[in-house]
């Protein structure tokens, strides 16, 4: 007896959470005798927003759903940048031992990879500075840690929650909530108590925007703290916002001029990565919510492209199951048919494969990926250019 409205792994594996039309295209193959073997593709028409690349994510998933059904999958690694129009997938069995598992298959994948790619797209407006997930709460928490794992690997530092946090097999990371302050009923009593109670390995980030005027508060705070002081979080509601970057420019000089310059300036609250970029020269760290855990999903679809030996696609789609090839040096990506030969790019390099079998006859044949190891391909692929410029931009 469940109260929550949620499907159960159990249920998903059993192909419940699935559009009633498979089931009755299911019901009509089966009276009329017809279970033919197909290739069927994974991949994205069109970015949502101004996007023009994303972040594949979800396939762990998506891979453990169609482990110990006959077919034999071929797949990007999880965490690789793709643009529209790439193959991402290829699931090849009779269509009835899959077809039904449609729905889920792109839920998880597509709502992952909406959450990775926006969170890749926060981390390269970062650079270098600490970026965590706040978006726990933005979702159902039956799925917040799916999301926030594609938070991790799409390139934050860290998870606030604590069951995210224990997916992806790092510590939490949090500062303090409003109501701390509110029912201590002062920052700086509350900013002593944090101190006093909390373990000391715990960075102190004090939030300064509960009661009274952001820059007294931190100035306040940092008299009381001192050295102890690692942050001030500003979470300043948008009605109080005015010009961000100035009170924020204003209060690291009132703590700079005090000689607080190690305390650094968290900022959090409907942060996405264009406010991270008009931020970055005043902001030290960034808590992103909504805009990554409740990211546009990427709209993958899942077609079939091959019946028996016939390549064949409906309209708008090209037939025959494919791979995506990438040039390690000049990063240039070409897209052939799955059997085909691999060929040199136009640079003069061996183009790479990246279209990998990862299961076969029903068995996962490759070693899952760690979400840190995940995090490190990405990560290393946002920092790729060519001729001085970016291969993934903003
Ligand atoms: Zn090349």
Known sequence: MTHFHIATEEE????????VYFLRT????????????????????????TYDWGVYAGAEEALRLLEGHPVDVWSLPEGTLFRENQPLMVIRGKYLDFGIFETALLGMLCQSSGCATRAARCRLAAGDKPLVSFGARRMHPSVAPMCERAAYIGGCDGVAAVKSAEIIGRDPIGTMPHALILLMGDTVVASKAFHEVIDPGINRVILIDTLQDEKFEAIRTAEALGKHLYGIRFDTPSSRRGNFRRLLEETRWELDIRGYSHVKIFVSGGVDEHTILDLSSVADAFGVGTRITGAPVLDYALDIVEIEEEKIAKRGKESGAKKLLRCPVCHRDCVVLLEAAEEPCRCGSTMVNLMRPMIRAGQITETLPTPEEIRRSVLQQLSWAVEGRRVWEL
């Open 12 to 19: 998903i594996r059993a192909g419940k959470v699935t559009d």
């Open 26 to 49: 299911n019901e009509i193959l089966s009276k009329k005798g017809i279970n033919r073997r197909v290739a069927m593709e994974v991949f994205l028409k069109k970015f949502p927003n």
